[in-house]
């Protein structure tokens, strides 16, 4: 069963630092992708970032240059490191299990955390 538990949420002001954490059990992590979610307020998912077995990584337009996904196998856990937040990076952020889907699809409902909120507001 996958189960995942994402934290690290918070309020930052424009142009601040967080960085989400993912802890993952119930399945094989090391030879899982990874893929982070956010739904903004009032508006549908969207697709943030995916990160390979291998490390390698896609990022949304929206967030290239600024977030950095990492994974960790040793402690089972994904990170997103967010720099230079804007007020439109306000969401509930997500992390899910890829389900083989292509890398910038949303995998399957039940393959997601609970997800963390950020707030960017000054």
């Known amino acids: 069963q996958v189960h995942l538990v994402e934290s690290g949420g918070g309020l930052v002001q424009p142009g601040g630092s967080l960085r989400l954490s993912c802890a993952a059990s119930g399945f094989t992590f090391s030879s899982s992708y990874f893929v982070w979610i956010r739904q903004p307020p009032g508006q549908g998912p969207e697709w943030v970032s995916t990160?390979?077995?291998?490390?390698?990584?896609w990022y949304a337009d929206s967030v290239q240059g600024r977030f950095v996904v990492s994974r960790d196998n040793a402690v089972s856990t994904v990170y997103l490191q967010m720099n230079g937040l804007h007020f439109a990076d306000t969401a509930l952020y997500f992390c899910?299990?890829?389900?083989?889907?292509?890398?910038?699809?949303?995998?399957?409902?039940?393959?997601w955390g609970q997800g963390t909120q950020v707030t960017v507001s000054s």
């Open positions: 990160i390979s077995t291998d490390n390698f990584a």
């Open positions: 899910a299990r890829a389900d083989g889907g292509l890398y910038f699809q949303l995998p399957r409902r039940d393959f």
